[in-house]
């Protein structure tokens, strides 16, 4: 069975004002919003969504990375509300280089 690749390509995720977390966040939501559509699109039961976040080159820090498991029924809000969460656990401040987010391994988003 051929895997399908789902991608949505965010560029200039690392320009000006990308320190600003509300800007991410704003990229993340758009991103959320796709990944939801995609969970009810394949009828799945559970996935789980893994999510990277490369720091700025400049910076010498590890990459954020977090995962969880989601079911379908989840509303956007729900996920949104968790990917956020946990971005805010995680994120030290700093430019954000990129970002990888997939589910069921497959790529979602990246920039």
Do not use: W
Not at 26 to 54: D, F, N, Y
Not at 89 to 94: A, D, I, M, P, S
């Amino acid at each position: 069975m051929k895997q399908e690749t789902n991608t949505v390509q965010f560029s200039e995720i690392h320009g000006k004002g990308c320190n600003d977390i509300e800007v991410i966040e704003r990229i993340l939501h758009g991103v959320v919003e796709t990944v939801s559509s995609k969970l009810r699109q394949r009828k799945l039961k559970t996935t789980e969504i893994s999510i990277r976040l490369v720091h700025a080159k400049s910076e010498n820090r590890l990459p954020l990375e977090f995962t969880f498991s989601i079911k379908p029924t989840s509303s956007s809000m729900m996920i949104y509300t968790e990917v956020i969460n946990r971005f805010k656990e995680h994120y030290t401040g700093g430019g954000i280089q990129g970002f990888t987010i997939q589910f069921d391994k497959n790529i979602v988003a990246s920039a």
